[in-house]
Every structure is written in C-alpha cells, then in structure tokens.
C-alpha cells in the first residue's frame, strides 16, 4: 500500500483479526502521513473476511488476501525454524 499510494495515487483499506497487527499497521500508515489513503480496520468475525468490515457504498478495483496458511501458531514456528535449518542457520527468534 506504500509504494502503492506514493507511485499510483492508490487508496487501500487493510484488514486483519489480530489486535497487534491491526496496531502495527495503524502505527505505520500514520508514521507514514497516510491516513487519508489508507485506512486499517479490523475484522471482528475471524471466520469472514469481508462481511462487515465493508461499507455497502464502498467500491473496490481489486482485492488481494495473504491468508494464514498454518493451522496453529506452533505449526507456523515449526514452519519457521525448518526453513531456517535448511539455511543452515538459527532461528534469530530463539
């Protein structure tokens, strides 16, 4: 949404379930000066990803969904030290 908005003129809406990322985000778009063209809204039902989050006058060219692709949180960090052994390195979290 960064590169974006400053190359393109885009506008974006971001959405997450997680109260941290949602912080995140915030904190970046207004660290950015990017309030108006980018709006963070978190999505309360974690089993919808649109419904309710968006206005029925909204309009929208495109959307894009990175969604998790771990059925746990430990499943992702097994997932995370593999790819760091097959790197021959250590998990710089641990």
Same mark, same amino acid.
């Given at each position: /949404?960064?590169?974006? !908005?400053?190359?393109? =003129?885009? @506008?974006?809406?971001?959405?997450?379930?997680?109260?941290?990322?949602?912080?995140?985000?915030?904190?970046?778009?207004?660290? &950015?000066?990017?309030?108006?063209?980018? $709006?963070?809204? @978190? @999505?309360? &039902?974690?089993?919808?990803? *649109? *419904?309710?989050?968006?206005?029925? $006058?909204?309009?929208? !060219?495109? $959307? *894009?969904?990175? /969604? /998790?692709? !771990?059925?746990?949180?430990?499943?992702?960090?097994? =997932?995370? @030290?593999?790819?760091?052994?097959?790197?021959?390195?250590?998990? /710089?979290?641990?």
């Amino acid at each position: /949404p960064l590169l974006g !908005h400053s190359d393109y =003129g885009w @506008q974006f809406v971001g959405s997450d379930i997680d109260s941290t990322a949602i912080a995140a985000a915030t904190t970046i778009v207004k660290a &950015n000066g990017l309030s108006k063209a980018i $709006s963070v809204r @978190q @999505q309360g &039902n974690r089993k919808q990803i *649109l *419904l309710g989050l968006l206005d029925s $006058s909204e309009r929208f !060219h495109a $959307s *894009l969904c990175n /969604p /998790p692709f !771990h059925a746990s949180l430990e499943e992702a960090q097994r =997932g995370s @030290q593999r790819k760091w052994r097959a790197l021959g390195k250590a998990d /710089p979290k641990r």
